[in-house]
Every structure is written in C-alpha cells, then in structure tokens.
C-alpha cells in the first residue's frame, strides 16, 4: 500500500507541508520554479514537498 508521506517521484524522501519544513527547507522552496504561482498564505497550506528531489505535490494535481 502506498504511503501518503513517501515521494510518488523518488520513493525515498517524505513529503512534507509547509509547517512541517524547517527554516532553510523553506529558503529552499522558496526558490523552486513553482514558487511564484502561490503567495505566501496559500503556500502554507497548499503544495507539499519532497524534501529529498523538491517534487512538488499540488492536492491531487502534481508539479515538478
């Protein structure tokens, strides 16, 4: 069975939501090509991130 907190791209890192990453995983985000389609609020509760490869996952839409 597949586990929600495993990366569907890699396999190996977890995905994480904003609250969950650290200062500098969020520096990280920030920079990702993908960043400029959401503000700072939605970015909190929206995407989630591999902290491994930086696959960005959208809800049930994903974005690489």
Do not use: H
Request: aromatic share 10%; with cysteine.
């Amino acid at each position: 069975m597949y586990n929600d907190k495993r990366c569907r791209r890699c396999g190996e890192g977890t995905i994480k939501s904003w609250s969950e990453l650290t200062d500098e995983e969020r520096e990280v985000v920030k920079r990702l090509p993908g960043a400029a389609d959401y503000g700072t609020e939605e970015r909190a509760w929206m995407p989630q991130w591999c902290t491994r490869c930086w696959f960005e996952s959208v809800s049930k839409q994903t974005k690489v």
